[in-house]
């Protein structure tokens, strides 16, 4: 075989195409990165006509709704809104989920005109709202009365081809409620019958409520008794509504048959009792009242905390003090007494006219109350500070509330707010000062309503320069949140 002899020039030539082939086969040429645009299929841009599904809820709308949630829960509403619009309009749009976490967060802050404006702007941005952003818009427009626009975002749901909620209408018709508009809230829960299939019994419940607290006391019979030819579902909440709703109107026959139809139902408790036996004692049927509370261990049913608060108020407005602080003392045997019902003995006693004794049984249901250890709650301050300056007794109720605080016990900042709205009404100004000095002295931090109150009430008084100067020595003093000291250090700029 002859042998081939090649220069070394011929050699270096073959390798480097066997090279360009090597890269070839590694790397596409640039000019397949780079196709022609006019030859590139382009797909027409469709609006879908319905809200996104939570699933595009992902990568940078996720951060992005993420970093809005954190600014509504520090409270940064401006900060959230300014977020959404510019949002917008960049390359990472809201989802509607991110746009209802803002108008929630509006709505429960009672910010109405912002919130009609994100939605406005939001619906013109072409983000197609949900069922959960015309409920807020459908309750927004329910709280300011605004029946005809609350309307028109119904119209809306049912043009987005969507089913109302029963929230939807639920909100409707507690509007009409406010308004005594009971043939239209009537209306609406027929409505809401067709068009969302039925309604649970916690909405048959509300709306029952709805009728009965406006003294709509026909319409709800008449709602019942059309449940009942239905064979609706009820709840014993149903019933204790309609027991208390017919005593309150004197129709104590209809209560009973209503509480006669109970077993046929569902097992009645010591709710539907209770109902029961607070309507005897308010239509004066003391002996029959004590009656039926003995039925009770017949019926196998067991009193309860509240059970004892409606004998004992009602003993103490007959006057028969001493047999209810005997029933004080047997429940304290058999169960611990509660808050609700050391609440109702001092409402029973502020009934009735203040006098030395009336004010010596209050004094010792409250020490009783605190050496039981059970906590006053918002009510129990409510009653004491309401029922004291109801009768001229300022002296009083300050003397209680320290009582209180000495117990260990701290009242939260409405309470605080309450007695300074009082006392300022009452021109008491030093006590008032005091009072705040003790506040955040125990640590009680004020709050923007506290400012606003105080604040008034120097102004009346013409000691606005005296209140500037304690709010900035406060401010300075005591160690409040970072968020309070700025929105009062602006406020005290102001003044």
Not at 119 to 125: A, D, E, L, P, R
Not at 133 to 160: G, P, Q
Request: aromatic letters at 10%.
């Amino acid at each position: 075989m002859r042998q081939i002899v090649m220069s070394q020039a011929a050699l270096d030539a073959a390798a480097e195409r066997r090279r360009r082939k090597r890269k070839l086969r590694m790397e596409p040429p640039l000019n397949a990165l780079h196709r022609n645009r006019d030859y590139v299929r382009k797909e027409p841009y469709i609006v879908s006509k319905f809200p996104e599904p939570i699933s595009v809820l992902v990568g940078d709308r996720l951060c992005l709704h993420n970093r809005i949630q954190a600014l509504l829960r520090d409270g940064n509403f401006d900060d959230a809104i300014l977020g959404v619009r510019h949002a917008m309009f960049s390359n990472c749009r809201p989802t509607i989920f991110t746009c209802n976490a803002v108008l929630d967060h509006l709505q429960k802050a009672g910010k109405h005109t912002e919130l009609l404006s994100l939605y406005k702007f939001i619906t013109q941005s072409g983000v197609i709202p949900n069922i959960v952003t015309y409920n807020t818009v459908v309750s927004t427009h329910c709280e300011k009365l605004d029946i005809d626009a609350a309307v028109n975002i119904l119209n809306d749901i049912y043009a987005a081809e969507m089913t109302p909620s029963t929230a939807t209408f639920i909100q409707l018709m507690m509007a009409h409620f406010r308004l005594k508009k009971y043939e239209e809230a009537m209306r609406l829960f027929r409505e809401m019958l067709d068009k969302c299939h039925g309604a649970d019994p916690s909405t048959s419940a509300v709306t029952i409520e709805g009728f009965v607290n406006g003294g709509a006391i026909d319409q709800a019979t008449e709602l019942y008794m059309e449940m009942k030819r239905h064979g609706s579902i009820f709840s014993e909440q149903v019933f204790c509504i309609l027991i208390r709703g017919y005593f309150a109107t004197s129709r104590v026959s209809e209560a009973m048959e209503v509480f006669n139809f109970i077993p046929e139902k569902l097992q009645p408790t010591v709710l539907s009792y209770n109902a029961m036996l607070d309507g005897l004692f308010k239509a004066g049927r003391d002996q029959e009242g004590m009656d039926f509370f003995d039925s009770f261990k017949s019926k196998n049913v067991i009193p309860n905390a509240s059970t004892y608060a409606i004998i004992m108020s009602r003993l103490v407005e007959q006057g028969n003090v001493d047999r209810a602080l005997f029933l004080l003392d047997y429940m304290d045997e058999n169960r611990a007494p509660t808050t609700a019902v050391y609440n109702a003995l001092l409402i029973a006693h502020f009934k009735k006219h203040m006098d030395g004794q009336i004010s010596k049984q209050i004094d010792y249901l409250v020490q009783d109350m605190l050496k039981k250890s059970c906590e006053p709650d918002a009510v129990t301050y409510t009653i004491l500070i309401d029922g004291f300056f109801k009768e001229g007794k300022l002296e009083e109720a300050l003397k209680m509330l320290r009582k209180i605080m000495e117990s260990g016990f701290r009242p939260d900042v409405d309470v605080y707010n309450k007695l300074f709205g009082h006392l300022c009404n009452e021109g008491n100004l030093d006590d008032a000062q005091k009072l705040f000095q003790g506040m955040v002295g125990g640590g009680q931090n004020p709050d923007v309503a506290t400012y606003d109150i105080l604040k008034e009430g120097f102004s009346k008084s013409g000691r606005m320069d005296e209140i500037k100067k304690f709010f900035e020595h406060v401010l300075e003093k005591y160690n409040l949140s970072e968020e309070l000291v700025a929105q009062l250090g602006v406020k005290t700029q102001d003044m």
